[in-house]
């Protein structure tokens, strides 16, 4: 109103009253059109100035978006995630699964459905990161009698960490998608993604050969036990970096988010931004699925045995659909997919079981479920509290040989799997169990063994 005021005596004088005051209404109406108006221009530029500022307003939702609890043991953190997500102007539903703790925006084991938008950190650092389960027709009875073979076959086909790559590149048809040319940061991550093609990650990423029990026919199998390789990675360094890329990118398109809410910033998805992330996003589930894929060829080449049946399924990933005639986004970050039907496997840790199930498609869950048994403490903690005399014990208990790993990763760090799948007996059905008997994962320096 001040510069409005201001402008009106020299419009007055020039133009006449009655036709300044049209000017002014519209100019009020399109200012864009008038910023090199000879009167009213500082008008025109405060108008687009204010439109612009009244964009980055942050407004959330009158009341928060619905969401069901299934972790009756949730930490307030990531109660307060939750919560947070829910109040975003997209969010349209949520849940929070019985193996969830606190993260970066949303909780590990929360799963969002926004629509419009699509959230970076609600899918994660480590896009696509996925299970992998290959039956195999080797006796049960090679987990104890010819338990080296199977050892020798982890320690000489699988590499963990950072830096790892194989010794001799290997190839799948993943690495010649055309959506590696889709940007600049693509093109620039193909050549070390397609160094690190069939490695795993650090962290809580494995390979490892177990016992699977099945107490019914299943998977076109008969009712027995089984040996079983299970992998557990993402999509590496690549990932990583598009993670990172999109999700400064949205906290930057988003400055008027509260710091609590600055890591649940969006991308809109009728922007480059938003259509560029989801792209790049499936692509890394490609990606994830092809170093999963080469993983267990070497590993059953290596023993020169034949895959019965398998399993595999995405838990840090956004799925889009349409509900009510909406397209909507659902973000599941260390989520399982629970659709009706549909097939995952929920590890518990190096000598806890996993489990095989089958989705129940409950709605009030998104068609999610756990995608483990879920941190009870963080990696310092468990670093400061536990040695690997005090674990030794447990994994000889459980008949369980850990070839590596760090000790962040000990069972005690972990939540209780028996409890967490009794949380979750509406979403999925257990159709299978698998043992850990002999546990690979990214080796923290000292050896389990030591």
């Not at 194989?166 to 690495?175: G, S, T, V």
């Not at 990932?239 to 809109?268: C, F, M, N, T, V």
């Not at 009510?324 to 190096?350: C, F, N, Q, W, Y």
Request: with cysteine.
């Amino acid at each position: 109103m001040g510069v409005a005021l201001s402008c009106i005596p020299r419009a007055v004088k020039h133009l006449g009253r009655d036709v300044a005051l049209q000017r002014l209404a519209e100019i009020a109406a399109a200012p864009d059109r008038y910023t090199d108006d000879a009167d009213f221009a500082p008008l025109a530029e405060r108008l687009i100035a204010d439109a612009r500022e009244a964009d980055r307003r942050f407004v959330e939702r009158d009341a928060p978006a619905p969401y069901v609890n299934y972790c009756g043991d949730a930490d307030p953190g990531a109660l307060e995630q939750m919560r947070n997500s829910l109040r975003l102007p997209s969010a349209v539903r949520g849940a929070l699964m019985p193996d969830a703790h606190r993260g970066y925006g949303l909780p590990i084991g929360g799963v969002l459905e926004t629509e419009g938008t699509v959230i970076p950190y609600a899918v994660g650092v480590d896009i696509a990161c996925r299970m992998k389960l290959s039956v195999l027709d080797v006796a049960p009875e090679a987990l104890d009698e010819h338990g080296g073979r199977l050892k020798d076959a982890l320690l000489k086909q699988t590499q963990f960490g950072t830096g790892a790559k194989l010794r001799k590149r290997a190839d799948h048809a993943a690495m010649d998608d055309d959506r590696w040319a889709l940007t600049p940061l693509a093109r620039r991550l193909r050549d070390r993604a397609w160094e690190q093609l069939g490695t795993s990650g650090s962290g809580n990423h494995f390979v490892e050969f177990g016992l699977l029990t099945l107490p019914a026919p299943d998977l076109g199998l008969e009712a027995g036990r089984y040996v079983a390789l299970l992998s557990h990675s993402g999509s590496r360094g690549a990932g990583a970096q598009i993670a990172g890329h999109y999700s400064k990118l949205a906290r930057e398109l988003r400055p008027e988010l509260p710091k609590e809410l600055s890591y649940l910033s969006w991308l809109d998805l009728d922007h480059d931004s938003g259509r560029e992330y989801l792209a790049l996003m499936r692509l890394m589930g490609e990606y994830a699925s092809a170093c999963h894929a080469v993983i267990h060829e070497r590993v059953v080449g290596h023993l020169k045995a034949e895959v019965l049946a398998g399993v595999e399924n995405h838990h840090n990933y956004a799925w889009t659909s349409e509900r009510d005639g909406r397209e909507v986004v659902v973000h599941r970050k260390g989520a399982t997919p629970a659709a009706e039907g549909e097939l995952g496997v929920i590890p518990g840790s190096m000598a806890a079981p996993g489990f095989v199930v089958r989705g129940k498609g409950r709605p009030e869950s998104i068609d999610s479920a756990s995608h483990g048994a879920g941190r009870r403490m963080s990696r310092k903690a468990a670093t400061e509290q536990f040695n690997w005399q005090m674990v030794r014990p447990v994994l000889a208990e459980r008949g369980v040989e850990l070839l590596s790993a760090g000790i962040d990763e000990n069972p005690f760090a972990y939540k209780d799997i028996e409890a967490v799948m009794a949380q979750q007996t509406d979403l999925v059905d257990v159709i299978g169990r698998f043992d850990p008997r002999i546990v690979r994962m990214a080796d923290a320096g000292e050896r389990p063994e030591d």
